[in-house]
């Protein structure tokens, strides 16, 4: 099955820019969505098809995919920003797959 | 908007049947699914139903979860049979819109605990 590896945590200083990457074999050949998840709370979609934002999201939250690596920027990071975050695509037998989750913590 | 109910405590091996009701939005139109999160735990994706009927499943449910809709209600179930410690988590249902793609809107969450 396929799997998709993230950085179990990141920490940024406000107003710096926060990267979370996600590796897969060739996932540049894949679509890549992350989500943003606070504490007791659902997932939100934050970028979907690579790089694309829902309505409502930031501009500060973009996405890049190439290769073995796909990266979810955060610029400007804001201690709001603090969460786990998820990237996520299909395999090649219709299943999804989750990244392990990355821990975003604003010093 | 989805709703999810029907979680709570059955012991190693019983079952339980989950539901997501749904507004706004038609559930036999869309790639409804269910994912599920054990404490302090990632996301781990469970269940697919296509618009069109076609189901998938996670292997680690495959055989003994079943997932399917009442389109008259607008609702999509998640039949939960030989429940097993590691099946405890917070079920959501999600929208896929498109269809192996992104997932859209979640519900709230429905908490599973399997314990004697």
């Known amino acids: 099955s396929y799997v998709l590896t993230q950085p179990p945590s990141v920490s940024v200083a406000p107003g710096q820019t926060a990267r979370i990457t996600c590796g897969g074999n060739?996932?540049?050949?894949?679509?890549v969505h992350w989500y943003q998840q606070k504490p007791g709370q659902a997932p939100v979609l934050v970028v979907y098809?690579?790089?694309d934002r829902p309505s409502g999201i930031p501009e500060r939250f973009s996405g890049s995919n190439s290769g073995n690596t796909a990266t979810l920027t955060i610029s400007r990071v804001e201690a709001g920003d603090e969460a786990d975050y998820y990237c996520?695509?299909?395999?090649?037998?219709?299943?999804?797959?989750f990244g392990g989750g990355t821990k975003l913590t604003v010093l | 908007q989805l709703v999810e109910s029907g979680g709570g405590l059955v012991q190693p091996g019983g079952s339980l049947r989950l539901s997501c009701a749904a507004s706004?939005?038609?559930?036999?139109?869309?790639?409804m699914n269910w994912v599920r999160q054990a404490p302090g735990k990632g996301l781990e994706w469970v269940s697919v139903?296509?618009?069109?009927?076609?189901?998938y499943y996670a292997d680690s449910v495959k055989g003994r979860f079943t997932i399917s809709r009442d389109n008259s209600k607008n609702t999509l179930y998640l039949q939960m049979n030989s429940l097993r410690a590691e099946d405890a988590a917070v079920y959501y249902c999600?929208?896929?819109?498109?269809?192996?793609?992104?997932?859209?809107?979640w519900g709230q969450g429905t908490l599973v605990t399997v314990s004697s």
């Open positions: 098809d690579d790089s």
């Open positions: 996520q695509v299909w395999d090649s037998s219709s299943d999804g797959v």
């Open positions: 706004g939005f038609t559930v036999s139109s869309n790639y």
């Open positions: 060739n996932i540049g050949s894949k679509s």
């Open positions: 139903i296509y618009s069109g009927g076609s189901k």
């Open positions: 999600a929208r896929d819109p498109r269809g192996n793609s992104f997932f859209d809107c």
